[in-house]
C-alpha cells in the first residue's frame, strides 16, 4: 500500500511545544476596527533562529506521530516531508481566501490526511475542531462544484415573482441543509447552548444565532487556528481586543459567556452596516472591508448579489450557519428579527 503523506501545519506546533504561551500569532486585517499596534518589548528574533525553531518543531511532530499514531494510522499515512509539511498550511489559507471552489475541493486528500494525524497526536484536539470544520466546508465545496447547473443571473435588488421558500436568497442552502440535517449535535452542547444563547439574547441579538458557535469550532471552547484564531466564536486577537477581551493570561475568548457577548455584540454592529443576518455573517467571516466592496463594486443589496465575490471558504460559511441555525432550531435566518434597540 503506497503511503499517503500527513500534511501538518508547523504552526500548530507552536502552543503545545512551548513551555509557556508564545504570542498569538498575528492574522491578516480582520473585519473588526484595529486597534493601534504597541512597539514590542521583546527583540525580533533573526531568521536563523526562527529557521533553527521551526527545524525543531517539525522533528517534534514526527516524534510525536511515531510515538503515538495507532499502527492502523501508520500503516495507511507517512509523516510528511517537511516541504509538504509547510506547503499545506499556505495552501489551505490561500484556498480559504480566495474566490475558486475548485482550488478548495482540490485540498480535500490533504485536509483530511492533515485532520487524521491531528486526531491521534495528543494536545491537538483544539486544532482538530478548528480544522474538522474546514474539513466540512471543503467537503461541501466538492459536492456544490458536482451540483452545479448553470443559472441566470437575477438584476440586483429583483426578486422573482411568487413566494419565496426560507433562505432561498442564500446560495447552497439546499446543499448545506441536506448535510446537516442529520448530523449529530456536538457533545457538549446540552451544558454550552443554554449559557451562549442567554449572552446572545442579553446584547439584543437572537438567541438561535449562538448556534453558529457550531460552524466556527464545533462547540469547542478551546479551538484554535492556526492564523491565531480562537474560541467558540474563533475571534482573532486584534478583534477579541477591540471587541474588549483579554487576549492573554487570561485568554477570555476560551471563556463561553464572555466570548459569547462580544460575538454577540459584534454581529449587532455588522447588521447595524449591512441590514441583513446573512450579510452580517458573510462579515463576520470575510472582513467589513471585503464584503463592503463586493456590494459597491457589484451593484448588490443581499448575500446572493455577492456571493461569488467573496471568499470560497465565506461562500461555504454563510448557508452553513443558516442550515445549523434551521436545524437546531427550527428557525429560518432571514426570519429572525434584527437586534433589539
Known sequence: MRLRPIPVCVSCLVVTAAAEPPPTPEPAPSAASQPASQPSSQPASSPSSQ???????????????????????????????KE????????????????????????????????????????????????????????????A???????????PGVQPPGARPPNSGVPLYPLWLARVRDRPVPAGAAALMPRLRAAFAAEGVPADLAWLAEA?????????????????????????????????L???????????????HYLRTLYARFGSWPLAL?????????????????????FAGVASALPAETRMYVPKVCALVAVRTGSALERLPPPRA
Open 145 to 155: 462544484l458536482a451540483q452545479a447547473t448553470p443559472t441566470i443571473p437575477r438584476p
Open 216 to 248: 466556527e469550532s464545533t462547540l469547542n471552547p478551546s479551538a484554535r487556528s492556526p492564523a491565531g484564531a480562537m474560541g467558540l466564536f474563533q475571534l482573532t486577537p486584534d478583534t477579541a481586543r477591540a471587541l474588549g477581551l483579554r487576549t492573554f
Open 84 to 143: 509538504q509539511w509547510d506547503g499545506f498550511a499556505v495552501r489551505l489559507q490561500h484556498a480559504l481566501d480566495g474566490n475558486s471552489l475548485e482550488e478548495l475541493a482540490a485540498l480535500e486528500p490533504e485536509a483530511r490526511a492533515a485532520l487524521a494525524a491531528l486526531r491521534v497526536l495528543p494536545g491537538y484536539e483544539d486544532y482538530a475542531d478548528w480544522l474538522g470544520s474546514r474539513v466540512d466546508e471543503i467537503q461541501a465545496s466538492r459536492q
Open 250 to 264: 487570561p485568554d477570555e475568548r476560551a471563556d463561553p459567556e464572555k466570548s459569547a457577548r462580544a460575538a454577540a
Open 51 to 81: 529557521q533553527a525553531g521551526t527545524d525543531d518543531l517539525f522533528k517534534l511532530g514526527q516524534q510525536l506521530f511515531d510515538q503515538y499514531a495507532p499502527p492502523e494510522v501508520r500503516e495507511q499515512y507517512a509523516f510528511p516531508t
Open 282 to 302: 458573510a462579515a463576520y467571516n470575510a472582513g467589513e472591508g471585503r464584503v463592503s466592496r463586493a456590494l459597491a463594486s457589484r451593484g448588490a443589496t443581499d
